[in-house]
C-alpha cells in the first residue's frame, strides 16, 4: 500500500528541491543524532523530572555535560 505525506516548510533560500531535501535531511541527521546521544548516554527517555524547572534545569546541564565530553575529544 502506498500513501501520500505532505509536509510544508518555511524558507527564505531559493533552492532546488535537490539543495532543499539535502538541507532538510542534513537537518535531521543533527537532530537525530543528538536526540540518540541523550538517550544512550543521559537515558533521556527514562527520565522523571516533570513538574516546575526541574526538567530544563536537566536539559540545560545534560547539554553542558555533552558538550564537555566533545571538547576534551575534539
Known sequence: KTCLERRYYLSSATLTAQQFAHAVRAHWHVEIR????????????LMRLRTQNGPAN???????????IRSIND
Open 34 to 45: 543528538l536526540h540518540w546521544v541523550m538517550d544512550v548516554v543521559f537515558h533521556d527517555d
Open 58 to 68: 536537566m536539559a540545560t546541564v545534560r547539554h553542558i555535560s555533552l558538550n564537555l
